[in-house]
């Protein structure tokens, strides 16, 4: 854009890359409105702070979907419900109770979150029927707050051995790249449910298909270190692994939530009011997010 336009704007929508020299010329810069809500280290964050110019998400739209897609994951593998239906359709199926031998049920079970911002707090909004015993780690979140909700604060360790399904939601960031690798999943009980909802780059995707294929858990995930998945990946013909194409979170009435968020944070800051609907980035974080979009290409 020009620099007469540059000038003049008050707000970017979006997440493109910003130099200094750019900022510069934004004189009336008030925010930056993230609409694909991944954080990503393409901008000078330390002026944007300085100058009072607010870096806002949308990201709290997408925590009910993707939390609802997550417990219907976490279904179909305690209970079996997409292998089911493939042995059905192709006349194969066991009648009965015979075919429940690995079944088991969410309600009373031992969960582990790890991460809990809003896809964290979502799904334990969810979990809250099925009367779960559950355990977070959140190295970012005071003890405090998860006791407010309910849930007990835990160490990796500790949620990675003691629960029978994990949810994982946190997002990507530069200490947590490759953090639940193979050491991790050995750790886990046989059997357990592993569902990834947040971002594939916290997982050595590997390291998790190893631990499914050998029988260690079984597993569930929405996002991919490659997307789309190249056609004749693994993942794609593993049993006990079940994937979805990042769909969790892409749902219509999400999306007009989001407008309608934008739009009203965009008037009361044309009014001179703080923005009240999206989430605040914070300073102490935002650079150090690693989250990237989808590859639509």
């Not at 910003?18 to 990503?40: F, Q």
């Not at 939390?67 to 179909?76: H, I, P, V, W």
């Not at 953090?179 to 997982?203: H, K, N, T, W």
Request: glycine share 8%; net charge negative.
């Amino acid at each position: 854009m020009d620099e007469e336009v540059l000038a003049t704007a008050k707000y970017v929508i979006g997440q493109p890359p910003i130099s200094s020299d750019t900022l510069g010329k934004m004189k009336l810069l008030r925010a930056v409105l993230n609409v694909e809500s991944n954080l990503l280290d393409n901008m000078p964050y330390d002026e944007v702070f300085a100058r009072g110019i607010h870096v806002l998400t949308t990201g709290s739209v997408f925590a009910m979907p993707v939390a609802e897609l997550g417990l219907g994951l976490a279904l179909d593998l305690a209970r079996g419900i997409t292998q089911a239906d493939s042995s059905f359709r192709a006349g194969t199926e066991t009648w009965g109770g015979g075919s429940n031998t690995s079944a088991r049920l969410l309600s009373a079970a031992d969960v582990g979150i790890i991460g809990f911002g809003d896809l964290g707090r979502a799904m334990n909004r969810l979990l809250k029927g099925f009367r779960c015993s559950i355990r977070v780690h959140d190295p970012w979140m005071p003890p405090s707050i998860l006791y407010d909700h309910q849930v007990k604060p835990s160490s990796l360790e500790d949620v990675l051995q003691e629960s029978d399904f994990i949810f994982v939601m946190a997002a990507v960031t530069t200490e947590n790249q490759g953090f639940l690798g193979a050491e991790e999943f050995a750790q886990m009980r046989p059997g357990a449910a592993f569902i990834l909802l947040s971002r594939a780059d916290v997982v050595n995707f590997d390291d998790m298909l190893d631990a499914v294929e050998r029988g260690q858990i079984v597993a569930a995930s929405d996002v991919f270190p490659q997307e789309p998945l190249p056609a004749d990946h693994r993942a794609r013909r593993i049993p006990g692994f079940i994937g979805s194409a990042h769909r969790a979170g892409a749902l219509d009435v999400a999306f007009k939530q989001m407008g309608d968020m934008v739009l009203e944070d965009l008037d009361m800051m044309d009014r001179g009011l703080p923005p009240m609907r999206c989430k605040r980035a914070e300073r102490e974080t935002v650079s150090r997010m690693r989250s990237r979009p989808v590859d639509k290409n």
